[in-house]
């Protein structure tokens, strides 16, 4: 019954994981005010039942006035909010700054700005949020104030707009009076301000594809993306006697930069690096130099780049850059003229104090170095390795051990007088299916390492996990060849040893795939987090209900061994081992033997499809461009 106790503890752990951030919106979201509920839930479409108010339609620079957040109905209450103010023109900068409030229910945080967005800092039901919002000294002009509201997890608007403020120079505004009491009525029409989406936005019908491989170098994500002039990230290099142009456009998954870099090698490591990163609705750009362990990008002088154009709209950032053709940085020349580089195109959604944070939504290598006076369409470094370690670890710790730990849990008293190769068959089996869990994750081990080439340099505990899982792994069947005699005292010894250690590693293999799911390189969709949640609750279910039949099986020995009938050995017994259990003699399979038979295929057949599904995920990842390709390919 262990097993099955950590197993449901790993369930509720990762049900846990799982739910909202109880204290307020993150920094990353600052610009699209969408928030990441459940793996993508869509916002409302309909026109939302909040409202937000203020208390003048003019302050002036440096004033304050009082901003609320109320239903429009008093019975109307919500969790969650994030207000925050804007022009009502390019680039649409956040403006202004809210002041503290005595009561604890809000928190500030800085979008690019000091105390420029207001948030929650618990779920629970609020009625009416009321904040001072004060007026920038360096504008004029109309602003906006947009809100995301969340009624629960599951509802929420984004996008609301206030009537236009007007900030006007300091004397000139009228008196503040109170919240006013009477609600604009219920619009038919949606809101005027549209957020970014928080799916990938493609990049298509844009003349950044206009030239490439014919006067200038580029290179796109997803794999084979420019020939269709549909990529989500691009990067594009055009040589021009002693200057180079880096183009660089990325509208996938709500960026908080995009960045690329030149490297004598295919790894993010001692490296020179272009970035571009929006900040108060403009993109900057910067020069870094990246280590690797740990990851980070050290911000280096720009003199050898020069930003000539850029924007910032709708989510999608897009910078032209002029670098020089020969540079130094950290002590290492680069000589775009002469020298072959390989391309190395990132983004991520956060961004530290001085430098960029780890490329959490994307990182590719180019499959190859070239100079980049040479006009050609770079193909991305193959990913099979990752494909194929993903598909071992699966299978093995999905598949096979799944199966070899239950058939030996609670199958050693069935098929009673039936053997393969001389030993009982569950047994046989158990060895089988054990013998393939631990070749198939040795081998996705070793293939993992030599394409990484290294440690990872992502900061996600799959790595570490997964390291554990394979000492354990490796040590099992070591363990099993210098097992003592089934008649000797230090067997028991051996018996809980080796069960724990194949349940243990069993589970930190399942969080480890879990963590997985987070990795840039596997790109593997969010939702992927619910089909291994419901692996794990059926894995977990079908121990309880051969737990009923092994306690019934238990139950029923203890009757006959009262009615002094000669009893059979159940599972479990040699754990601890006495010497009645190891003079009893199985001659039949234990009660209930048809019935667990029928339950095991059952079990085997949803285990195969539920490995069969990850597989496919993980192997087609990203598997919904992969669906996207196949479904053109049909229709054409």
């Known amino acids: ?58 302050v002036g620079q440096g004033q304050t006035l009082l901003v609320e957040i109320e239903g429009l109905t008093s019975e109307l209450k919500f969790g969650g909010f994030m207000l925050q103010a804007r022009s009502v023109t390019p680039p649409y900068a956040v403006v202004g700054r809210f002041n503290p409030t005595s009561d604890g229910l809000v928190k500030l945080i800085n979008c690019n700005g000091q105390d420029n967005t207001i948030t929650h800092v618990s779920p629970s039901g609020k009625s009416r949020i009321s904040v001072e919002w004060e007026a920038p000294q360096d504008y004029l002009g109309p602003v906006v104030f947009n809100a995301t509201v969340a009624q629960d997890y599951a509802h929420f608007w984004v996008g609301i707009e206030s009537e236009p403020v007007q900030v006007v120079p300091r004397g ?69 006697g002693e200057r180079f142009y880096f183009e660089l456009k990325s509208g996938h998954m709500n960026p908080a930069y995009v960045a690329v870099g030149l490297s004598t090698d295919n790894r993010m490591m001692d490296d020179s690096i272009i970035e571009c990163i929006p900040q108060g609705g403009v993109v900057n750009v910067y020069a870094s130099w990246t280590t690797a362990r740990p990851y980070s990008a050290i911000r280096q002088p720009g003199n050898h780049l020069r930003l000539l154009n850029s924007s910032f709209s709708d989510g999608v950032i897009y910078c032209n850059v002029e670098r020089d053709a020969k540079s130094t940085v950290m002590g290492k020349q680069f000589d775009l003229l002469n020298n072959e580089y390989y391309l190395l195109l990132c983004s991520g959604s956060n961004i530290r104090d001085n430098s960029i944070a780890f490329h959490d939504i994307m990182f590719r290598p180019t499959s190859r170095s070239a100079r980049l006076t040479d006009p050609t369409n770079f193909e991305a470094a193959s990913v099979l390795l990752y494909r194929l370690h993903g598909a071992f670890m699966l299978v093995a710790w999905i598949g096979t051990a799944s199966a070899g730990i239950l058939i030996a849990r609670y199958f050693k008293q069935t098929w009673v007088g039936s053997q393969m190769c001389g030993k009982d068959q569950w047994f046989a089996w158990h060895r089988v299916l054990m013998v393939s869990t631990w070749t198939l994750t040795m081998a996705g081990f070793i293939i993992i390492f030599v394409q990484v080439q290294g440690w990872s340099q992502a900061q996600n505990p799959h790595a570490i996990l997964g390291l554990v899982t394979t000492i354990i792994c490796f040590l099992q069947p070591i363990g099993a060849f210098f097992r003592p005699h089934p008649g000797s005292s230090n067997r028991p010894y051996f018996n809980w040893g080796h069960w724990f250690g194949g349940n243990a590693a069993h589970i930190l293999a399942i969080v480890a795939i879990f963590f997985a799911v987070k990795l840039p390189r596997a790109e ?100 919904e461009t992969a669906v996207s390709e196949i479904t053109t390919k049909i229709s054409n």
């Open 524 to 623: 593997l969709p969010e939702w992927m987090d619910w089909i291994l949640v419901a692996f794990v609750a059926f894995h977990v279910f079908m121990h309880f209900v051969f737990s009923i039949f092994l306690w019934a099986q238990i139950a029923g020995c203890a009757s006959d061994r009262s009615s002094g009938q000669r009893i059979t050995a159940f599972p479990m017994t040699d754990m601890t081992p006495s010497r009645s259990s190891m003079g009893s003699e199985r001659k039949q399979d234990a009660p209930y033997s048809r019935l667990r038979k029928i339950l095991l295929g059952f079990y085997l057949t949803i285990i195969t499809l539920f490995t069969i599904a990850l597989v496919v995920i993980s192997v087609l990842a990203p598997i």
């Open 1 to 58: 019954m262990l097993s099955f106790a950590l197993l449901s503890t790993v369930l509720l752990v990762i049900l846990h994981l799982s739910q909202p951030l109880p204290n307020g919106a993150p920094e990353s979201v600052c610009f699209t005010l969408m928030p990441f509920h459940g793996g993508g839930i869509p916002p409302q479409n309909d026109v939302s039942p909040f409202d937000i108010q203020t208390t003048a339609s003019t």
């Open 172 to 240: 000139a505004a009228p008196p503040t009076g109170g919240i006013s009491t009477t609600r604009r009525p219920f619009s038919s029409t949606r809101p005027v301000y549209e957020p970014a989406p928080v799916q990938s936005k493609i990049l298509s019908t844009d003349t950044i594809y206009d030239g490439c491989g014919t006067t200038k170098s580029c290179f796109g994500f997803p794999d084979n993306c420019l020939s269709a002039r549909q990529c989500q990230v691009i990067t594009t290099v055009t040589a021009r």
